[in-house]
T-cell receptor, first 114, second 111 residues
């Protein structure tokens, strides 16, 4: 158990819909990262937040957005869903914003878009 | 953009054989992290390499950073069935902790 929690564990929805994935970081960790893992794309970095502010952006689509709240939990919002958005979405957290911080991954949310 | 390739993509070994995965980048790597993901699980941090030519060991695992910081390797001696999983390298060269994961090497150990 990494100490990072993600809800829900599974999500099945239809194309065009919008969903919200939730992540609670380890106690004391200020950074939250979001990743997308699909079979043909590997592990893709989406976005990072540090202490409530966006810190780094990766391959995140405009249809996707995220935020980190004052209690440090984070939400990833996916809208206008397409079949290709079906994937495993991981959240990770780390203690600081320094590039050498070890990341602790949550169990993931499996999103299926039908 | 930066690409981090890992070879091989898949590897099947007999239990007891050695295994090596290589992580190669098109640009100079900054800090390299290695992660292991068991089937159905999430990535778990193994180690971080920072310095050129650095070598670190964890029991049967040996991690190395290339002298030119363009490649890294993970070597497992005498594999066990518990080593099964996908091994990823990750580079933090993108500034502000933008992370680029390698393509991964899936290891299968045959008992």
């Amino acid at each position: 158990d990494s100490g990072v929690t993600q809800t829900p564990k599974h999500l099945i929805t239809a194309t065009g819909q919008r969903v919200t994935l939730r992540c609670s970081p380890r106690s004391g960790d200020l950074s939250v990262y979001w990743y997308q893992q699909s079979l043909d794309q590997g592990l893709q970095f989406l976005i990072q937040y540090y202490n409530g502010e966006e810190r780094a952006k990766g391959n995140i689509l405009e249809r996707f957005s995220a935020q980190q709240f004052p209690d440090l939990h984070s939400e990833l919002n996916l809208s206008s869903l397409e079949l290709g958005d079906s994937a495993l979405y991981f959240c990770a957290s780390s203690e600081g914003g320094h590039p050498t911080s070890e990341q602790f991954f949550g169990p993931g949310t499996r999103l299926t878009v039908l | 953009g930066q690409q981090v390739m890992q070879i091989p993509q898949y590897q099947h070994v007999q239990e007891g054989e050695d295994f090596t995965t290589y992580c190669n980048s098109s640009t100079t790597l900054s800090n390299i992290q290695w992660y292991k993901q068991r089937p159905g699980g999430h990535p778990v941090f193994l180690i971080q390499l920072v310095k050129s030519g650095e070598v670190k060991k964890q029991k049967r695992l040996t991690f190395q950073f290339g002298e030119a910081k363009k490649n890294s390797s993970l070597h497992i001696t005498a594999t066990q069935t518990t080593d099964v999983g996908t091994y990823f390298c990750a580079d933090l060269s993108g500034g502000y902790q933008k992370v680029t994961f390698g393509t991964g090497t899936k290891l299968q150990v045959i008992p």
